[in-house]
């Protein structure tokens, strides 16, 4: 049976549950792919909530030793750039774009990917490499920088994750 | 806005607990919302952390990031973390008396 709306029991107050942990993945290796996740992971850390980072097929990127200085702004395929796709393509522009972001970025604080991942690591938020990714790229723990904390299988990230909102990026 | 006694003196304060006005702020007062806030006693570390960002906020209008927290008060993140371990930004700057930080990082 339908009810009218102002038959409708007034809503109940309930206490509101805060966050306590949030895991979260970061699956793309673009700049803009990685940085949210980022900004996220220390600013949970910063509230005191509890923040793991599992980083998984290109995000992974981010934690290898010989591309994560390389990362750049996504040029091409970036409607968000409002960027023509060709003027996208010319070499060089995505460096260029990366160059101006970052700029832009340290003017507001915001640390490079190896710095804030320190930063995070050092607030006790964890940095996890996805393990099917490291074994289809080939890659060893050697590959990794040392904030790296470990190399889960999904089956370990989603134990680990017990109790946490997960968040795909 | 609420009113509530603090240390025995009648001090504004915002929803969340932070000084209205950063002029009401005394180091009896911060030992008070210090306790309040899961820190039992203030240390030398704690101090050296609430004095810097209440200074820079002074000095400034903005308080610091944690970044700079990190590189510039004299305490590595991992300490703060430990010092304050519900956020070193947030309560560091409710201990020092002065508004909630703005920023994301």
New interface residues.
């Given amino acids: 049976m339908t009810q009218l709306y102002h038959e409708l029991e007034p809503a109940q107050e309930v206490e509101r549950e805060l966050i306590e942990k949030v895991s979260i993945v970061v699956s793309k290796g673009s700049l803009d792919g990685i940085y949210p996740a980022l900004i996220m992971a220390n600013g949970a850390r910063m509230e005191g909530i509890e923040a793991d980072l599992f980083f998984t097929f290109f995000g992974l990127d981010a934690l290898r030793k010989d591309r994560q200085a390389k990362i750049k702004v996504a040029t091409v395929g970036n409607p968000g750039l409002h960027m023509p796709t060709l003027v996208g393509a010319i070499p060089g522009m995505s460096w260029v774009a990366t160059k101006m972001m970052a700029r832009q970025m340290e003017s507001l604080d915001i640390p490079p990917i190896g710095e804030f991942l320190e930063l995070i690591h050092d607030s006790g938020g964890g940095i996890y490499a996805c393990h099917a990714t490291v074994e289809m790229f080939g890659l060893t723990e050697d590959d990794f920088v040392p904030q790296v904390d470990g190399i889960l299988t999904v089956g370990e990230f989603y134990d680990r994750s017990a109790g946490a909102q997960i968040i795909f990026t | 806005m609420a009113m509530t006694e603090v240390a025995g003196a009648d001090v504004e304060v915002d929803a969340e607990g932070f000084l209205v006005y950063p002029e009401d702020w005394n180091r009896v007062l911060a030992e008070e919302i210090a306790r309040e806030n899961g820190i039992p006693e203030l240390t030398p570390r704690h101090w050296q952390v609430v004095e810097f960002m209440r200074e820079r906020y002074l000095e400034t209008g903005t308080a610091p ?4 927290l ?1 590189k510039e008060s004299g305490v ?3 300490e703060l ?1 430990q010092l304050f ?6 309560l560091a700057a409710k201990i020092g008396g002065i508004p909630k930080p703005r ?3």
């Fill in positions: 990031s944690i970044r700079s990190g590595p993140i991992k973390y371990p519900k956020g070193p930004a947030k920023g994301c990082i």
